[in-house]
Nanobody, 126 residues
Framework: QVQLVESGGGLVQPGGSLNVSCTTV????????MAWFRQAPGKEREFVAV????????GYADSVKDRFTISRDNAKNTMYLQMNALEPEDTAVYYC???????????????????WGQGTQVTVSS
């Protein structure tokens, strides 16, 4: 069973920054495509960013491009999402996800991922 544990959420003012983390129990960060999703109240879970394996390429939703950065630290079995220039519309529960079954096309929908963390709340408000 793959376990993903998010941390680092919190309350931040508009224009501020936050870095959320996703640590895997076991050496999974090095060998699987992983992604960040978010879900605001009353809305569907939406794609935010992905870090692919193999290759290590990244992709972002248009709404966060140039503001958010996804990265990995293989030695720490941890994936990060650095969020800058945060807006109230970024308020949501942020989830990390892992694609256990490899596909040639990188999924951007929740169904493409097999394991999920419990989520961490990010609130952007003054």
């Amino acid at each position: 069973q793959v376990q993903l544990v998010e941390s680092g959420g919190g309350l931040v003012q508009p224009g501020g920054s936050l870095n959320v983390s996703c640590t895997t129990v076991g050496d999974y960060v090095t060998s699987y495509t992983m992604a960040w999703f978010r879900q605001a109240p009353g809305k569907e879970r939406e794609f935010v960013a992905v870090s692919t394996w193999p290759g290590g390429s990244t992709g972002y939703a248009d709404s966060v491009k140039d503001r958010f950065t996804i990265s990995r630290d293989n030695a720490k079995n941890t994936m990060y999402l650095q969020m800058n220039a945060l807006e109230p519309e970024d308020t949501a529960v942020y989830y990390c996800a892992l694609q256990f079954r490899f596909t040639f096309e990188t999924p951007r929908g929740p169904r493409g991922y097999d394991y999920w963390g419990q989520g961490t709340q990010v609130t952007v408000s003054s």
